[in-house]
């Protein structure tokens, strides 16, 4: 039942239309034998009320996958999905771009998915954001409510632009090099 709650300003998300001139990323490493939210948004509301609009952003599903819609593309199954499951207990790190209506999710420096042609939909007036829960009603293999990560989540961080495969590659070579001392 823990969660940060971030400030909303830097991600300048559009508060109605849609568009794909829109540029973020983020990073963070995880460890988990369970399921939950790592990344979510919402219009407005925090646990334990229901929000009136939400996009889990990025998630361990329960099977394990990791899921990432960043964020709203007007449509619940525009969403990456590992092939592979990620609740096996050890250090993983993610990375989720988005830019120019493509986004890219890349699991320990490698590229496992991306999704094109994704405008960007506002939704709400008012933003939240949300490590280690988020709403989940309605998206797939989720709990259907406040979805509370079950694990451990570090070095988050939310970059204004779209990372390069480089700097990823680079991201994850510095942290798994931290990691395995």
Do not use: C
């Not at 990073?27 to 925090?46: E, L, P, R, V, Y």
């Not at 229901?50 to 199954?77: L, Q």
């Not at 490590?131 to 998206?139: C, E, M, R």
């Amino acid at each position: 039942s823990s969660y940060v709650k971030l400030p909303s300003a830097p991600f300048n998300y559009p508060t109605s239309g849609n568009t794909s001139n829109y540029n973020l990323t983020v990073s963070a490493w995880f460890k988990t034998a369970g399921s939950g939210m790592i990344f979510g948004q919402n219009g407005g509301a925090d646990p334990p009320n229901a929000p009136s609009g939400w996009v889990p952003a990025i998630y361990i599903d329960t099977n394990g996958k990791i899921r990432a819609s960043m964020f709203w593309h007007n449509d619940v199954s525009a969403q990456i999905v590992t092939s592979a499951s990620y609740n096996d207990g050890l250090w993983h790190q993610l990375i989720d771009t988005y830019s120019g209506g493509t986004e890219s999710l890349y699991v320990d420096g490698a590229l496992v998915g991306s999704q094109s042609s994704k405008d960007e939909y506002g939704y709400s007036g008012t933003y939240y954001y949300f490590i280690g829960t988020g709403y989940a009603n309605s998206w797939a293999n989720t709990n259907n409510d406040w979805f509370y990560f079950t694990g451990s989540i570090d070095d988050v961080r939310v970059y204004n632009r779209a990372l390069s495969a480089t700097d990823v590659g680079n991201l994850y070579r510095m942290g798994h090099a931290t990691a395995s001392k």
